[in-house]
């Protein structure tokens, strides 16, 4: 049963969440691509957020000791596809477009906030951005963006083990 | 001494692609994130541009067996700013923004190609794109954007061993 | 003197705002393509907020009669430049990236309100973005995003009439 | 009947420019936000390319006296859709995604050459991205994206007075 408690939060969102916590632990693991999102906790989910924290590490860096910009735009990625599919269960879905825009260098040992928003979920086409925010100040470091189109004949995908992005 | 030869490609481009091709050799031992591109081979470069190639393999995918947007989106920050590089040489870079559109999933065994473009050098910004074609019939895989700020006051980078990207 | 209101809006903001309503009323006579930006309305301003509303008429229109995507695009441009130059005083400014994400058609008659957000003003670059939303439901129709140059060596420009963008 | 002459141009697309010819001619006589494309004038058409002039005029402007960047974004808009339109003749299409990148300033009195390309044409979506180029001296001036959805179910749209944008 679904009862809504005090924040307006969906009380089996706390189900939700140990879904997602439990699907971004296993992306470590994988010998695929999905393993750069590996560091990722995920702290809070709803239909419309996901949001998630990473603290900075040596594997996340570019040559100048900050957060690489390839690691941001796969953060972005990963996130909001897994944010999306807290709603699209039985469907494929595939990346359309991705953008980020840097703003702030991340050094190691930040920890960032990543939230991903549910913009729209249309027929074909789902709307997502994400902001990532340093813990420390909550300044703004980057903002993404990822539209991501529905496979309408795909079969579906098992979120539980990842396999949704 | 540099001359041109009959593609009227500067024959000191060669040692200019031997760099090149050295760096990328070198990021498959980093810890850092810029490991993501190193199966990068470069096989031509340019003041305007870099082109390289990529066979696709079980490390570059997402869960459906593609390559993954996130990969994708890495290969755009990385090999631009590379281009971008071989002008820019005593100058920090910084990303100001990312951008990859996704037209046709690319599959393990695929070789793309990847042709980074420098499309202006500014005083302060660097505007570049890329296209990602499937070597086999040359079709538009995905196209990406990147638009870099040159740092003013940074101290020079090495670039012999990856320290731009 | 500037103090703080109940709702944490400086006092003179008015003073802000009466300056940018004056702003956009003038725009409507210029031969110029900022005429286009005639009818946007704005209702409220600080240094990270600058909120208007536009009644969707015949001249907004693209030929299936929703609001042009030309249109939105212009207006993110306008209203993004218009709300950093509440902080951005005595310095020209130049677009280096805009872009816009369109998820719902809005039809004539119906009034959207756009809120664009200074994210980061830097020393050489300002990040903006804004929402478009239907008054009526709050429905978001679009997304757009504004990255700006800080022309640093540019003589200032005269805000007053319009002559930041 | 279509043959291919020494250009591998198709014979047809003579006939296909002088309606792209009229229509854009139209566009200057409209009431809607479509008029702001009737400056355009279309000089090659193929089912991969439409090329355009534009001499640069008052109401192309900004307040700094050069192109506006919402006109630059309308361009994109406009002339990509009607290059995807050469193909796509029985079906509606909305706008997804539009990103402009701008390089260089352009004066009153510039004439710009603007390449449309048609990248791919999918079977719920087509990307298009163009080329903003000030004739005099063959410079990139900027580089717009449009990603448009094709829209199944609505009824077919009369191209030939610019019905499609």
Redesign the interface.
């Known amino acids: 049963m679904s009862t809504q408690n005090g924040n307006g939060i969906l009380e089996n969102d706390t189900v939700e969440l140990a879904k997602i916590v439990h699907v971004f632990k296993n992306l470590k693991s994988l ?4 393993r ?1 999102g590996g560091d990722v906790v995920p702290i809070f989910v709803s239909k419309e957020k996901l949001v998630c924290e990473m603290l900075i590490q ?7 000791g900050t957060l ?4 941001t ?3 972005t ?2 996130i909001t596809a897994r944010a999306a599919g807290v709603t699209i269960k039985d469907k ?1 879905m ?12 991340v050094k190691v040992g930040d920890t960032i906030e990543i939230t991903a928003n549910v ?2 979920i ?1 027929r ?2 789902v ?1 997502t ?1 994400c902001d990532f925010r340093r813990k420390s100040d909550g300044k ?1 470091t980057a ?1 993404g ?1 990822h ?1 991501i ?1 529905i496979l309408p004949d795909l079969p579906g ?1 098992d979120l539980d083990n ?4």
């Open positions: 010998e695929n691509f999905n750069n040596a594997q996340h860096l570019n040559s100048k690489h910009g390839g690691q735009a796969t953060l990625d990963i494929g595939a990346s359309v477009e991705l953008a980020v825009s840097y703003m702030l260098p913009l729209k249309g074909n086409m709307f951005d703004l903002k963006k539209t189109a995908v990842g396999k949704q992005f």
